[in-house]
T-cell receptor, first 112, second 112 residues
Framework: ELKVEQNPLFLSMQEGKNYTIYCNYS?????LYWYRQDPGKSLESLFV???NGAVKQEGRLMASLDTKARLSTLHITAAVHDLSATYFC????????????WGAGTKLIIKP | KAGVTQTPRYLIKTRGQQVTLSCSPI?????VSWYQQTPGQGLQFLFE???????NKGNFPGRFSGRQFSNSRSEMNVSTLELGDSALYLC???????????FGSGTQLSVL
């Protein structure tokens, strides 16, 4: 069974600091996704990572994928308050019949 | 381009009733998937439709059903509502299966 674990589940940090959210998954995956959800809002796609060593960056967010370690990271550089949100990773694979399996989410609070 | 539209935005029902939720995908998107989001269980995949065919179904009881019309609009139905069905129901569309998903704002269902 494909399982996805995120950590930490909650993160409070100061503006200007760097931090990393980790996403581990249990079996071979085909694609890994990162989404953002603001309170009371829907989900917004951030990144789709397809292959080992993939790295994508958008503004202060950078995502990477290590398929051998079954690990993806979402790195936040010089955090700003606007990045406060809950971040989800999700994985699909042939083993899960390409159903998206979601992590529990990391609630990120960035204090001024 | 209009985004994914879900109606209604909020719904209050009582146990035993049935409910139908609607989703209009982005024009040209043929894949529509549905997710349930609750504080306890997180995001869980319900089902996915592509060109009017259900391609994938999550681990939910038969009370949860859906369909897709020829214009790609989709509906999901929950019969014999239970308290535990209270959740945010999210619809997402993509051009193909599990490409970057575009989510609607969701329908917040409360079962009393």
């Amino acid at each position: 069974e494909l399982k996805v674990e995120q950590n930490p589940l909650f993160l409070s940090m100061q503006e200007g600091k760097n931090y990393t959210i980790y996403c581990n998954y249990s079996t071979t995956s085909d694609r890994l996704y990162w989404y953002r959800q603001d309170p009371g809002k829907s989900l917004e796609s951030l990144f789709v990572l397809l292959s080992n060593g993939a790295v994508k960056q958008e503004g202060r967010l950078m995502a990477s994928l290590d398929t051998k370690a079954r690990l993806s990271t979402l790195h936040i550089t010089a955090a700003v308050h606007d990045l406060s949100a809950t971040y989800f990773c999700a994985v699909d694979s042939a083993r899960s019949n390409y159903q998206l399996i979601w992590g529990a989410g990391t609630k990120l609070i960035i204090k001024p | 381009k209009a985004g994914v539209t879900q109606t209604p935005r909020y719904l209050i029902k009582t146990r035993g009733q049935q409910v139908t939720l609607s989703c209009s995908p982005i024009s040209g998107h043929r894949s529509v998937s549905w997710y349930q989001q609750t504080p306890g269980q997180g995001l869980q995949f319900l089902f996915e439709y592509f060109s009017e065919t259900q391609r994938n179904k999550g681990n939910f009881p038969g009370r949860f059903s859906g369909r897709q019309f020829s214009n790609s609009r989709s509906e999901m139905n929950v019969s014999t509502l239970e308290l535990g069905d209270s959740a945010l129901y999210l619809c997402a569309s993509s051009f193909r299966n599990n490409e970057k998903l575009f989510f609607g704002s969701g329908t917040q269902l409360s079962v009393l």
